[in-house]
């Protein structure tokens, strides 16, 4: 699976729009991208996916680069419970495994 | 069906003793993950099943874990003579396979202690 760089932090004002970046300069063409979130002391949970197409869903949009090496996670109007680390994960349609890095801690402030 | 359980949530033992983790997926999933979170890391993949086999390990996987899903349905994780590095969350996800293999859903983890 590709590697993928995220900030390590980032701070968003309650209903202000969550802009979260994610570079993968070494995705393959049928690489898709994955984003999770993890609120303290939960499992990971699935918020969205893409391959090339921007995808909108209740919880965010995903907005893919023509070049696909990087992608944005946008929160539309971020809420407190939206703090949590947010992972980008790359990896290929069908292969199950999914591999998480560090990820993003976003901190929503009232 | 309330989602990914698991049990128990908390484990504390000492080291050398043997201690096992279950897991009950989604009831439709066929697909079933085992991962290890220690802190300020994102999880680790450990093993996985489709139905009842074991499809992959990963390198992380020493011999003294085993995991087994005999029926299909739920899992088991076991650690024998635990160690101090062992301390982590484990967790355990499901998902469809197949074209519909979109998204794992994780469970809240069982938190092993080993002093």
């Known amino acids: 699976d590709a590697k993928t760089t995220q900030p390590p932090s980032m701070d968003c004002a309650e209903g202000r729009a969550a802009n979260l970046p994610c570079n993968h300069s070494t995705i393959s063409g049928n690489e898709y991208v994955y984003w999770y979130r993890q609120i303290h002391s939960q499992g990971p949970q699935y918020i969205i996916h893409?391959?090339?197409n921007n995808e909108t869903n209740e919880m965010a949009s995903l907005i893919i680069t023509e070049d696909r090496k990087s992608s944005t996670l946008i929160l539309p109007h971020a809420t407190l419970r939206d703090t949590a680390v947010y992972y980008c994960i790359v990896r290929f349609s069908g292969y199950s495994t999914l591999t998480f890095g560090k990820g993003t801690m976003l901190l929503v402030s009232p | 069906d309330t989602g990914v359980s698991q049990d128990p949530r908390h484990k504390i033992t000492k080291r050398g003793q043997n201690v096992t983790f279950r897991c009950d997926p989604i009831?439709?999933?066929?697909?079933l993950y085992w991962y290890r979170q220690t802190l300020g890391q994102g999880p680790e993949f450990l093993t996985y099943?489709?139905?009842?086999?074991?499809?992959?390990k990963s390198r992380l996987l020493s011999d003294r874990f085993s995991a087994e899903r005999p029926k299909g349905s739920f899992s088991t994780l076991e650690i024998q003579r635990t160690e101090q590095g062992d301390s982590a969350m484990y967790l355990c996800?499901?998902?469809?396979?197949?074209?519909?293999?979109?998204?794992?859903?994780f469970g809240q983890g069982t938190r092993l202690t080993v002093v």
């Open positions: 009831s439709e999933h066929n697909r």
């Open positions: 996800a499901s998902s469809l396979s197949g074209p519909r293999d979109t998204e794992a859903f």
């Open positions: 893409g391959l090339k």
């Open positions: 099943f489709q139905n009842e086999a074991q499809l992959e």
